[in-house]
Structure formats: C-alpha cells, structure tokens
C-alpha cells in the first residue's frame, strides 16, 4: 500500500519536551501510582469542588486521561455514596466498556468484581447489595426508571460517552434534567470525550465545564495515494509493512466494523505470522468487540513482551471507550457499522458506512498517547475531506424509535412531540413508532398503554419479540419462543469453519437445515445440543462454538424468568408431544408480521408487502438457496452490503398473513400477495 508523506495532527505536548516524561506501564509499580499518574489526578479538588458547587457538571477530557476509571472513585471517596447507602452509577454505551472497566476499577479498589464495584448489562447482572460503585450500559439505567422513577439509589451519576450521543443516552439526559431539579441531593456529570461539549452544556442550563487537558502526543497522518478497493487487504499489507520498518517497541491499532470481519483478519494475519516464522519479530494478535467473552477481554491489557509488537483488532469501541495503552500506530480504514432507519419504509438495517472525519480523527488520536505516533488512513486524502461528514448523526435521527416510546409512555411521559429532546426526532419516526405500537397491541386507539403493552415492557427487548413471548403462551411454545429468540441474538457467532476442515463442517452446518427456515434451523442446534446435556463435545462435532450456546443459555434463563413474572405460561402441561411448528409460526408472526416479503414475479428477489423494496436471503440462511424458492417469508433482520439481505428467515404462509396481520396490512396489500405470485 502506498501512502502519501503523511500531515500532522497536533498534539498538546511538544514531542522533544516530553519524551523524557514518557513512563511505560512497566516501570510504574504500584496502582496508586498509575492511579496518580493519570491527567485527571491533578484536577481532583477542582472537580470535586465544581461538583460540590453545581449540580450538573459536564467533564470534557481526551481519551485516556482517567475519567471513567476515575471520577466515580472520586465520587465515593467524597462521601456521595453515603457510607454506602447510596450507589454512585456510571453509564457506558457499551456493554463491553462496561464490564471491561468495572473489572479495572475492582482491582484498583481491591475488590471483587460484583461486590464493592458491580456492573449490569443487559442479560448479566453482576452488582449486589454491597455495590458502591456501578457501571451499567446507557440502556439498563433507562429501565431502572421503571421500577424507581427518581433513581433514589444513587448518591451521583455520571453519563460517560455523552459525545457518542447514542439514543438510550439522549433520553436519559432528557429525564435527568427533570430529576436534578426535584433532587438536589443528587449529582449529575455528564463526561465527553472532546467536541461538542457546549451542547450538553446549553442544554443543563448553561452547566459548568469542567476541561481536563490529556497527554496527546503529535500523530502524522497518511493517506493512501490511490483509493484500496480490499480495505481488508490493505490493512494486512500495511500492519507488515508497520512491523517491518517501524522501531520496537509500538504497537498497532486496527478499527474494523465487526466481530466476523475481526475474525476473518485474525485468521489471515495468523496464517500469514505462521508462514513467516522466526523471520520476523513476533507479532500478537487479540482483539475486541462488543460480544468478545470477559475472560478473552483482558489480552488487549496485557503488557507486550520485550522484542515483539502487538497488534489489536477492534471496533470503534476503541475509539473513546476503551484505552490501549502502548499504541504507537493507527491503521484507520475509515468505516462503522451502524443501524440505519428509514421512516418512510419503516425498515431499519445494519449498513457499514465511512465514519465522520470526528471520528476518523479520535482515532488518529489514539497513537499519540506514548509518544508521538503515525495514522494510517487507508483512503485518500481526497475522501477525507469530501466523502466524510464532518460529525456522526445522533443515533436518535436514524433508528427506528419504537422501544425508547415504549418505556417513555410507560413512565407516564405522552406528549412526545413536545419531549425535551436534545435533537428532537422526526414528527414521522414517532408517528410510525406509535402506529407500530399500535398495530402490536402495546397501544389502543386512544394511544394509551394496553396490558399487553405493560407487559411488553417488562422484557429488555424489541417489542416486537416480546409480543412473540406473549402470544406463544396461548400456542403452548413459550419454550421453543424463548430458545429461538435467545437464539436468533446470538446466531452470528453459532457455526465456525476451520479453514482446513470447511467443507466437512458445512456437511455438518447443513444437518440443522430445516425446511421452515432458520428460525426452526436454530431451534434445533439448541434441541439437540440440549439432549446432550449441554454438551460441549457435541459443540466441537458439530463446529458449533459452545461459547455462543453458553451465552443463548444464560439469555434464556433470563427471559424464562421474566416470562414467568408476567405470567406467561412456560409449560402448558407437556406431555413429551412435540408443538406442532404452526403454532410456533403462529407465534412468531405475532410479532413480526411487518416483517414479510413475497417473492417477486420475477422469482430473482424478495418484496415488502407495503413496498416494492427488493430484498434478498442472506447467503447464510439455511433457505439458501432452496429451490423453488418459498413463496412468502419472514426475516429477522435486513444488512445491507452489496445488496440488502436479509438474515434468519422463516417461512410463512399467506393464511397467517391475514389471520396477524390483517390490521396493519390494505386489502390492496395483501391481494397482491395472494394473486401476483406465479408458480
Ligand atoms: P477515559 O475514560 O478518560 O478515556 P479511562 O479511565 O478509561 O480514561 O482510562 C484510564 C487508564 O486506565 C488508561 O490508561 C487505561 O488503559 C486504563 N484501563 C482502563 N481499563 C483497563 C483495564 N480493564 N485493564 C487495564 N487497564 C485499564
Ligand atoms: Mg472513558
């Protein structure tokens, strides 16, 4: 890859000043000593002291400079817990920050993770009656509002990550606005990573901020002279033209868009390390992404051994939420995967889009925290400045909104239009969340909460699966819903293939191909794997990662338990007959219903009822291809690359069409399914 003479991005600190400041993780031993070493340290009074002062704070500081880890020991250590009696909560808009910070700040408490210092993520709770300090994801404090509307039990909060403005934040710092003025014993600080901090500040009514200036080293930039059409490609070539020309020690930094596509780059890079042999210095490779298991996360924090370079494969969680230290070297191919709603086609999907240039340039900044570093910019300088925009869209005005105004009207909050949102959505995004509401049964025609809808809430999940757990308790499936929802979670992680062994374990991927489609593809991995008793040598056979099912186990567990607290029946008298799979589809459509597609006239492609929209299978759905192609089916989830696919689908018939979705769907809509299709 050929790269341009590269332009700086200037740091605070003047390289030949500071070198001699430069104190490798090694050398400090204590961790009271790293403690006192992070920027925040020499700001401790004086942010005490604003927080004593006001009680909204807006905390802006570089990455890396100690606030999350920080602040809420801080905090505690001020007496805002109250001896104890009081939490003090941290929020992450992500899960993998969360649990990967809680683990650090444990430590540096001396003390077990889930006692004195806890985190709660979705599907995982590990705080107890002992936790102080909390970290839990923007979307789990949200659903605390449900069960205590003042969030009595903490002392302060801090909302970290504000600057990634995702939606769960965005509607948490709306209700906490209100909660500060009825509770002044409460604390509130909202910390940000740079940019944009005169927003959150505005919008507390001119809150104080507090600037917490970092260790930023100068980064040179280089861009690639001509576009990469294989980012994937480039990214490798460039990590060994890194480890080949640039001094020891520095390690690398790699932002990919997904776990599969880490996956894919960990294989190649192993293989191509492996070819290589003892001709090179060794490389590491480890990686991070948010379902990367807990015991897997803490590679990434382990020191690099003399004479050797790691290299770290992450998402853009290492952007601003997670700090690497000892990253000298930024491979940026300038992408994120996002979720992307379409108001007018209610249809949301998963697309991988190029980050803003914000972004582009955090990222860049995480290679100066050492010592000066260099960015790789696998794109061209021409894109940078005319196909980035210059920051990312605030999730809220592009994801479909319908489980945010689910627990907004469960809180009592109706007038939605007028909420205090920071950017307000689009007046249609809330009317189509509402009409969808509607059409699921959550509302009645008056826009009211129904039982049904209450219900739905109690479950961390889209509504449009709840309604799936609710309505199975009529079909007597409620076990087999449960297994295919916490299935379908974990679905892109379930099947691996060796290299060396692909085709024998397709041969084996395939003995789970049902007929009906995924849904009933994955009910049966969980069948079968369940009359081994959970067996993890049954996983191996079958090229399954017992991790995956691990973690579908424990989902389950968990929606099992909350389906009992809302009295859906979980076993309606099984005597050891089977349900008859109607019932499960009945279930299932339920839920989903618009979700459907037909198949075109042509045959080639799938469409919306609704709309002329064509998708497509996913080439990894066990429908694929199945010829003669099913005339009507249901997906999971649309992923738009080349085409827009769509992942996990069933298939359905037009009876149930009508008999769900009558009341969502025109008569026009539902003719054409049934008259237009030929054989
Ligand atoms: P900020 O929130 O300002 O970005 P953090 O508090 O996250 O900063 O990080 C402060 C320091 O703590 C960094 O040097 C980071 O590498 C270190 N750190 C954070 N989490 C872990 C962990 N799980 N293991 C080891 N070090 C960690
Ligand atoms: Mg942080």
Redesign the pocket.
Known sequence: VTFDSGDQLTGDKDPETTTSSKVSAAERTSIDDVRKS?P?FKFREQFLEAVKENPVLIVV??????????LPQYLHEAGYSEGGKKMIGCTQPRRVAAT??A??VAQEMDSKLGQEVGYTIRFEDKSSDKTIIKYLTDGMLLREFLNDPELSHYGALMI?EAHERTLSTEVLLSLLKDIVRARPDLKLII?S?TINATKFSEFFDKAPILNIPGRRFPVNIHYTKNPEANYIQAAITTIFQIHLTQPLPGDILVFLTGQEEIETMEGSLNEAVAKLGSSIQPLHICSIYANLPQELQ?KI?EPTPPNSRKVVLATNIAE?S????GIAYVIDPGYVKQNVYNPLTGMESLVVVPCSRASADQRAGRAGRIGPGKCFRLYTKWSFYNELELNPVPEILRVNLISVILLLLSLGINDLINFDFMDPPSNDTIIKALELLYALGALNSKGQLTKLGRKMNEFPLDPMFSKCILTSSKYGCSEEILTIIAMLGESGTLFYRPKDKREQADKKRETFNHELGDHFSLLKVWQDWEATDYSNLWCEDNFIQYKTLKRAKNVREQLARLSKRVGVESEIDKTSKEVPPLMIQKSIVSGFFPNIVRLSRMGDSYRKLKQNYACFIHPSSSLYPVKPPPRMILYHELVLTSKEFMRNVMVVDEKLVKEFGSHYYSIKDLESATNKVKK
Do not use: W
């Not at 500081?61 to 920080?70: A, D, L, N, R």
């Open positions: 992070l925040v500081g570089e990455t890396g400079s100690g606030k999350t880890t920080q990967s910070v683990t650090r970290d910390a990573a803490s924090f601003t997670i700090t690497i230290d």
